[in-house]
T-cell receptor
Framework: DTGVSQDPRHKITKRGQNVTFRCDPISEHNRLYWYRQTLGQGPEFLTYFQNEAQLEKSRLLSDRFSAERPKGSFSTLEIQRTEQGDSAMYLC?????????FGPGTRLTVL | GEDVEQSLFLSVREGDSSVINCTYTDSSSTYLYWYKQEPGAGLQLLTYIFSNMDMKQDQRLTVLLNKKDKHLSLRIADTQTGDSAIYFCAEISTDSWGKLQFGAGTQVVVTP
């Protein structure tokens, strides 16, 4: 299967710890997106990359959040000093044009 | 700002047609999408429609777009138990090509 993959699938951490998630997009896709989804809600946009350039960031992406895509392939999303409000599903998507294909997500639980 | 709204719940009998509705406010929407999410899973792109179209059919799925009323619907013909899931309406506008704006989702429950 050559779909979008995310690692880890689940992460439990204590408040105040740092966490990092990885996303591997579909290989020929030049755009990569991060979204956050909380229970009972639709995904909310966080940021997106075209190749290695980060083109847009949501106001939801506080200073504790940083995303990178250093070689224009995989991406990482780091959350520093996690808070309980960061508990959510973090979804990655990739596209070549206007069709975004999503990965399975990383579920973060902050205790 | 942009807003996408959906009804929260739909119950349908197996074999019947389901119709899921969505309204949006962004007049610069260019593409509108329907995604399906099963429990614990990511989102599966079902279909999309460009804003200059008013209908698109793809097997059991029919998308209708009323651009004047900013209303989008998804009809699923011959609904099966495997269609039970949450369905999200989403749009992309020319103001922000990278950003999908989602509704809160409609939970569809198919009963035998």
């Amino acid at each position: 299967d050559t779909g979008v993959s995310q690692d880890p699938r689940h992460k439990i951490t204590k408040r105040g710890q740092n966490v990092t998630f990885r996303c591997d997009p579909i290989s020929e896709h030049n755009r990569l997106y991060w979204y956050r989804q909380t229970l009972g809600q639709g995904p909310e946009f966080l940021t997106y990359f075209q190749n290695e350039a980060q083109l847009e960031k949501s106001r939801l992406l506080s200073d504790r959040f940083s995303a990178e895509r250093p070689k224009g392939s995989f991406s990482t999303l780091e959350i520093q000093r996690t808070e309980q409000g960061d508990s959510a599903m973090y979804l990655c998507a990739s596209s070549w044009d206007f069709e975004q294909f999503f990965g399975p997500g990383t579920r973060l639980t902050v205790l | 700002g942009e807003d996408v709204e959906q009804s929260l719940f739909l119950s349908v009998r197996e074999g019947d047609s389901s119709v899921i509705n969505c309204t949006y406010t962004d007049s610069s929407s260019t593409y509108l999408y329907w995604y399906k999410q099963e429990p614990g899973a990511g989102l599966q792109l079902l279909t999309y429609i460009f804003s200059n179209m008013d209908m698109k059919q793809d097997q059991r799925l029919t998308v209708l777009l009323n651009k004047k009323d900013k209303h989008l619907s998804l009809r699923i013909a011959d609904t099966q138990t495997g269609d039970s899931a949450i369905y999200f309406c989403a749009e992309i506008s020319t103001d922000s090509w990278g950003k999908l704006q989602f509704g809160a989702g409609t939970q569809v429950v198919v009963t035998p």
